[in-house]
């Protein structure tokens, strides 16, 4: 089960999420996403450092939007990758297609272009 929570945290959307994301939690996941883009943002941060264990259907979620953001012009870095998490993103070349920061620091250095 995930906890997924939204706020906005100097000047972009930030979405923390813990627990696990499985198929059932995933929705919540992409819902939180719409929601960001819907409301306008066009800087997203997904914060995964509480996060223990990601579903191929959760990955499928940010692998949904990679082509939606590049036409919008929005941009979404992911940090806080466990070791687990990460060497699921690796393997399936996800680290190539999505903006991976390690730290929250970096990735709000990121999204505003620092």
């Known amino acids: ?12 959307a ?6 696990e994301v499985d198929a059932s939690s ?3 996941l992409d819902q939180a996403i719409a929601g960001s883009v819907a409301g306008g ?6 914060d995964l450092t509480n996060l223990a264990y990601i579903s191929s259907a959760g990955l ?8 939606e953001f590049k036409e919008k012009n929005i941009r979404m870095v992911i940090f806080g990758l466990n070791n687990r998490v ?11 297609l ?8 970096e990735a709000m250095n990121r999204i505003h272009g620092a």
């Open 60 to 67: 499928g979620v940010f692998m949904s939007y990679v082509e």
């Open 86 to 96: 990460a060497h699921t993103f690796g393997l399936l070349g996800l680290a190539d």
């Open 41 to 46: 943002n066009k800087k997203i941060i997904v």
């Open 14 to 19: 930030l979405i923390a999420v813990s627990g």
């Open 1 to 12: 089960m995930a906890d997924i929570k939204t706020l906005t945290e100097g000047g972009a």
């Open 98 to 105: 999505l903006e991976i920061s390690a730290t929250k620091e």
């Open 26 to 28: 995933s929705i919540e």
